[in-house]
């Protein structure tokens, strides 16, 4: 373990600057009902404004500090290294846990619940309930190593298992994860060595055969088809051609900022207004992760990375998360929860908390929602 700061050089952040400065801007459907609309995309009108306000009123620095307010590491894991946050949680007691993100987020998202996760007492909590916390940036995400070809969850959780049991030496720790942290999650629970359980707020495990028996299941596996036909073009770039889309996006900051902040729109709970849901500073740190470490391209390599895997490794049929799993499911997804009915034939539920509001961000979007699923369930262990 080798101690870690965060410091972008200037020269770095004036180049982004510049770039998003000097964009110029095309046109969008216009129309009765179209002025502001996403459904052809990323809103221009939104981008404009963000990208205004990026130029003129965002500050690195101020996010740089917020994300050097944790202590961070860097450690070798087979041929990765991998950067992760590592908090120390209050009490005698505190449970080990390893918190997963996915694309298009980072290890950002977690800055909003390690200290509430690590020291709840100084949040109106119980001692009792605090841990230990590590958060990762994933393989060719952030601050971590980049793979030298693509690499999918089930091998980035047998990293992240060593991770915890060989590097910070915490076994017997929980998996909790969204979007790929979900499926990472779940192979750690699957196979890995020191897990003991998982929470996940989004679906990353189905088991082989498995799929939709009653009238409720396949009505709502119907819903689900269609809203990933209108939502999964990128999922299909990114699983077959990552390196195509690369190469304008490695040079555009204007265009890795719309084709991230498109997903928060679409994938988070925006019924109060998507400002509400999140601010201008928290999309653009989350970007500017992308632009500063240039990972946008081997951050897609996780889709490529999963359809290897599952040509070459394929689980066998009925493969069923055995150990306990939390559930966490939020109204507004890519990839709703299914009724609880079908998940249980995949996954030992021994939690489910199913909340009125918020999305796919969970611990960026809702935070303490998902910090009293993650609580809860660690009582039931």
């Given at each position: ?26 046109e969008m459907p216009r129309g009765e009902g179209l002025d502001d609309s996403w459904a052809y995309g990323a ?339």
């Amino acid at each position: 373990m080798k101690p870690f700061r965060i410091d972008v050089p200037q020269a770095t952040l004036d180049s982004i600057r510049a770039r998003v400065k000097a964009y110029e801007w095309h046109e969008m459907p216009r129309g009765e009902g179209l002025d502001d609309s996403w459904a052809y995309g990323a809103n221009i009108d939104f981008m404009r404004t963000l990208c205004a306000y990026w130029v003129d009123g965002y500050d690195w620095r101020r996010a740089e500090a917020a994300l050097n307010a944790f202590p961070q590491y860097t450690a070798a894991v087979e041929d990765i290294d991998l950067h992760f946050y590592f908090e120390k949680g209050s009490g005698p007691s505190p449970k080990p846990i390893i918190l997963s993100h996915g694309w298009p987020g980072s290890v950002f998202e977690f800055i909003h619940i390690i200290d509430k996760l690590a020291h709840p007492e100084k949040h109106g909590g119980d001692v009792k309930d605090a841990f230990t916390v590590v958060a990762p940036s994933l393989p060719g995400y952030g601050w971590s190593g980049k793979p030298k070809r693509p690499i999918g969850p089930r091998t980035t959780a047998r990293l992240f298992d060593k991770l915890m049991t060989d590097v910070v030496k915490l076994p017997n720790y929980i998996a909790q994860g969204g979007d790929w942290g979900s499926a990472i999650s779940a192979y750690m629970s699957y196979e890995g060595k020191g897990c003991k359980a998982a929470h996940l707020n989004m679906q990353g495990w189905v088991s082989p055969g498995v799929g939709p028996e009653t009238d409720e299941e396949k009505a709502f596996a119907a819903k689900a088809a269609q809203l990933f036909e209108m939502e999964g073009a990128y999922f299909r770039e990114q699983t077959t051609k990552p390196q195509t889309l690369s190469y304008g996006m490695m040079d555009s900051p204007v265009g890795v900022a719309a084709w991230i902040v498109e997903k928060f729109h679409g994938w988070s709970d925006t019924r109060m207004g998507f400002e509400k849901a999140y601010t201008k500073d928290q999309l653009l740190t989350n970007v500017m992760i992308y632009l500063v470490t240039r990972t946008f391209n081997t951050a897609t390599w996780l889709y490529r990375g999963r359809l290897e895997e599952q040509f070459s490794a394929p689980l066998p049929k009925g493969a069923r998360l055995e150990k306990p799993t939390g559930v966490a499911a939020f109204p507004v997804d890519l990839i709703p929860w299914p009724p609880r009915s079908q998940v249980e034939r995949s996954i030992n539920v021994a939690r489910w908390d199913a909340f009125e509001h918020g999305g796919h961000f969970a611990a960026l979007e809702r935070p303490d929602d998902l910090v009293s699923s993650i609580r809860g369930f660690a009582r039931q262990l």
